[in-house]
C-alpha cells in the first residue's frame, strides 16, 4: 500500500499543497493509484474515485493506450534513465483539450518501481508563444516586404536593423547598414546638425514628420545624395529608446515636380498673353459696343422725345384748337352785336356783350398763365419760398374767390383744423388749391357739393378737395398729371389738360405729396401731404 511507503506529511505536500497535477504511476500493473485534488480539478473529474475509475484516464494520460509498442518503449526508457518531460496536449473529461508538460521521475518502494507524474497546464504559455511566434512573423512579413525604406537605430544614433529596401535605397549589401550610424547616411556638410536634431528627438520623442518646410536629402553608399521624405516613430525596450524611420526616395516626384512647374509656368505665361488678348479684344468690343449703347440711347431719347414732342403738339394744337376757338368766337359774336347797339338804351345789351368779351379774354389769360406755368417749371424757374401762412384764412380765402364759378346751387363746404400758422410756400399752395377747386366745380353738377378738409398734426398738413362730378376711370387715373392728359368722359368740357400736372409739380415743389381716388358718376377726391 502506498500509505505505508509515504509518510502523511509527504503526501500532504504532494497531493494537498500543489497546483498541478499529482499522481502516482504504478509501472508494473500501467495506472495511477493515487491523484491529487487539484490534478482531479485539471481534468473535469468530479472526484479522485471518478478518476481511477474510468480505464481509460487511469492508465495513462496519453492517448496510446498501455499495451501498445510505444507505451511500452516509454516505460523501458522511464525505468532506464529515471526521468522524462515532455510537452504533450491532453484531453480533458469534457473533450476539451490543452497543452500539457509532463514531468515524469521513476522510485522504488519495497522493490516495486513507481513514478511521480507532475502536470503542469502550459495552454497560456503555449498560446502566448504561438501568438509571439505569429507577432514575429508578422512583424517580418511588415518590416521586410515594406515598399518603403525602415531603419531602426538607438539613442547613440547606431543603426540596429533595416529592412531590404532601406539597403537598395543606401546602396548597402544586407548586413551593412547595422555597422553604421544614422548620421552616415545624411550629407557630410549637415552631419553635425542631424546630430542636434537626434539628441533633441531623445529628449522630446514624438511620432511626426521630418523637415516641415523645407527639403531633405539622404546620401547613399557611393556619396551621391538624394531627396526623400522620412517620417519618425519610435518604441521602447527595457528603459532603452529606439528611433525609427520611414524614408522614401522622391526623386521621381521631385522630377515630375519640376515638370510640373515648367508645364504651369509656360501654361501661365499663355494664359497671360492669351487673357491680355482678350483684355484688348473685350475693351475694344466694350468701347465698340459703348459707343453703339450710347448711340442707341441717344437715339431712343431723341425718338421718344420727337414722340413726346409729337404727341404734345398734337396735344397742344388739339387743345389750343377748342380752347382758343371758343372764347374768340365769343368775342367776334359780341363785337359784331355791340357794332349793332348804336343807340343810347342800348346800352344793356352792349354791356352784355362786353362782359361776355371780359370773361373770354379772362379765360384766354388763364389759358396763357397755365402755359407760362409749365414753361417754367419745365426751366426751374419756379423755387418753393416758405412763410409763415395761416391755412384757415388762406383756403377761406381761396373758396371766397371762387363764389362767382359756382353753377347754381352749387356749394364749397369746408372743415378746417388747422389753426395755428405754419411754414409753407403760401403762393404756391394758393395756386394748387385754386387748380383743384376750379376742377371740382367745373366738373360737378348743379346743386352738388365740394368739401375741403384741412387738418394739422404730427407737423404735416393734410388736405382733402372732394367733389360730387362725373368722376374718372382707371385707366385714365394713371395718367391724370400727365401734361394736356384729359379723361375721355370730359372731351366735350373746355379745358388744358395741365392743371393737374401743374399741381403735381408744385407739390413736388414743396416735398409734399399728391394722391387721387375716383369712381365714375360718383366724384372725384384729391390728398395733399406736406410737411412743415
Known amino acids: ?17 500543489q497546483d498541478d497535477f499529482i499522481g502516482i504511476y504504478d509501472l508494473v500493473e500501467g495506472r495511477y493509484i493515487r491523484v491529487n485534488e487539484a490534478g482531479i480539478r485539471m481534468l473535469g473529474f468530479p472526484s479522485e474515485q471518478a478518476f481511477l475509475a474510468d480505464p481509460a484516464r487511469s492508465r495513462s494520460l496519453r492517448d496510446q493506450p498501455s499495451d501498445s509498442e510505444y507505451y511500452k518503449k516509454w516505460v523501458s526508457h522511464i525505468l532506464l534513465d529515471g526521468h522524462d518531460e515532455e510537452l504533450i496536449q491532453i484531453e480533458r473529461q469534457n473533450g476539451q483539450t490543452f497543452w500539457g508538460q509532463v514531468t515524469t521521475t521513476t522510485f522504488v518502494s519495497h522493490d516495486h518501481p513507481y513514478a511521480l507524474v507532475r502536470l503542469t497546464d502550459q495552454e497560456r504559455l503555449h498560446t502566448a508563444e504561438r501568438e509571439l511566434e505569429h507577432s514575429v512573423q508578422r512583424y517580418q512579413s511588415v518590416f521586410s516586404n515594406a515598399t ?33 550610424t544614422i548620421e552616415q547616411l545624411v550629407p557630410r556638410d549637415i552631419s553635425r546638425y542631424h546630430e542636434r ?59 515630375t515636380e519640376r515638370q510640373l512647374r515648367a508645364h504651369s509656368e509656360h501654361i501661365n505665361r499663355l494664359n497671360t498673353d492669351l487673357e491680355q488678348k482678350v483684355a484688348d479684344r473685350t475693351h475694344a468690343l ?25 404727341e404734345f403738339k398734337s396735344r397742344f394744337v388739339s387743345m389750343a384748337s377748342h380752347e382758343f376757338r371758343t372764347p374768340l368766337t365769343v368775342v367776334m359774336t359780341s363785337v359784331a352785336l355791340i357794332e349793332r347797339y348804336t343807340q343810347t ?57 371762387m363764389q362767382n364759378l359756382l353753377k347754381p346751387e352749387q356749394t364749397i363746404r ?50 382733402t378737395v372732394a367733389d360730387q362730378g362725373v368722376g374718372i376711370s382707371k385707366e385714365d387715373q394713371t395718367h391724370l398729371f400727365e401734361r394736356f392728359f384729359r379723361a375721355q368722359n370730359v372731351t366735350d368740357v373746355s379745358g388744358t389738360g395741365l392743371g393737374l400736372h401743374i399741381v403735381g409739380r408744385y407739390v413736388e415743389l414743396m416735398r409734399g405729396q399728391v394722391s387721387l381716388t375716383s369712381e365714375l358718376n360718383q366724384g372725384t377726391t384729391v390728398t395733399l401731404t406736406f410737411p412743415y
Open 197 to 255: 536634431l537626434r539628441q533633441s528627438f531623445n529628449t522630446d520623442p514624438q511620432v511626426r514628420a521630418m523637415g516641415h518646410n523645407r527639403d531633405l536629402h539622404a546620401q547613399r553608399k557611393d556619396g551621391s545624395v538624394f531627396p526623400v521624405e522620412i517620417s519618425l516613430s519610435y518604441f521602447r525596450l527595457e528603459n532603452e529608446l529606439y528611433a525609427v524611420a520611414y524614408i522614401i526616395d522622391i526623386t521621381l516626384k521631385k522630377e
Open 286 to 310: 466694350l468701347t465698340t459696343l459703348e459707343q453703339l449703347e450710347k448711340s442707341k440711347d441717344e437715339l431712343a431719347k431723341a425718338l421718344a422725345a420727337e414722340r413726346e414732342l409729337s
Open 1 to 17: 500500500m502506498v500509505t505505508s511507503l509515504l509518510s502523511d506529511k509527504l503526501l500532504d505536500i504532494l497531493f494537498e499543497k
Open 345 to 401: 338804351d342800348h346800352q344793356a345789351q352792349r354791356q352784355k356783350h362786353l362782359d361776355r368779351i371780359r370773361a373770354s379774354v379772362n379765360h384766354l389769360n388763364d389759358i396763357l398763365e397755365e402755359f407760362l406755368s409749365v414753361d417754367k417749371l419745365e426751366e426751374g424757374k419756379v423755387e418753393a419760398r416758405p412763410a409763415e401762412v395761416n391755412i384757415t384764412a388762406l383756403i377761406d380765402d381761396t373758396v371766397a374767390d
Open 148 to 180: 518603403i525604406g525602415i531603419i531602426v537605430c538607438d539613442e547613440r544614433g547606431k543603426i540596429i536593423s533595416a529592412n531590404q529596401l532601406a539597403e537598395v535605397l543606401f546602396g548597402y549589401t544586407p548586413g551593412e547598414l547595422e555597422m553604421l
Open 414 to 463: 369746408t372743415d378746417l383744423s388747422c389753426y395755428d400758422s405754419i411754414w409753407l410756400d403760401p403762393s404756391l399752395l394758393r395756386k394748387i388749391m385754386v387748380n383743384l377747386l376750379s376742377n371740382a366745380v367745373k366738373y360737378s353738377g348743379s346743386g352738388s357739393v365740394v368739401t375741403v378738409r384741412a387738418t394739422c398734426t404730427d407737423r404735416q398738413l393734410t388736405i
